[in-house]
């Protein structure tokens, strides 16, 4: 449940973050280490805007579709920096493009190793028959 202050802004403790989200305290550390979150401080109590929860969800998302740190915090970077929307949107449409340009070429390989694995593999299949056919006719004999 998130926390409302005095100045009506709603903020959120980590644990609400973690549970809401379905990421561990030590996720939300490591994104706040590598600068894509900053919380306020209560004491010793990391306290997170809304600004925050946004850019936790971004992050786990940008992290879904394969992104890394660092080009999650570039994406960041662009859309603190810049006002200027469709110009963030055609850096995040780019990035999605080399993005699945990059998933077609790994499936593409995965299936010509497939093939590979399925050829040698019924080749074993073959030559084991073929010794266990050859065993059972010296046993006849």
Do not use: W
Request: aromatic share 8%; charged share 35%.
């Amino acid at each position: 449940m998130a926390l409302v202050r005095s100045t009506m802004s709603t903020t959120y403790t980590i644990s609400e973050l973690a549970k809401e989200f379905g990421v561990t305290t030590r996720t939300i550390r490591f994104y706040e280490d590598q600068g894509l979150l900053s919380p306020k401080r209560d004491g010793t109590t990391r306290v997170f805007s809304s600004r925050d929860r946004v850019r936790l969800k971004l992050a786990l998302r940008g992290k879904r579709l394969g992104f890394s740190i660092a080009e999650i915090r570039e994406l960041f970077e662009l859309y603190d920096v810049s006002r200027d929307e469709k110009k963030q949107l055609e850096e995040f449409l780019s990035r999605l493009d080399r993005r699945r340009a990059h998933l077609e070429q790994q499936r593409e390989d995965i299936e010509v190793m497939l093939n590979e694995i399925n050829f040698f593999a019924n080749q074993c299949r073959r030559l084991l028959k073929g010794k266990v056919d050859g065993e059972e006719s010296k046993a006849a004999a």
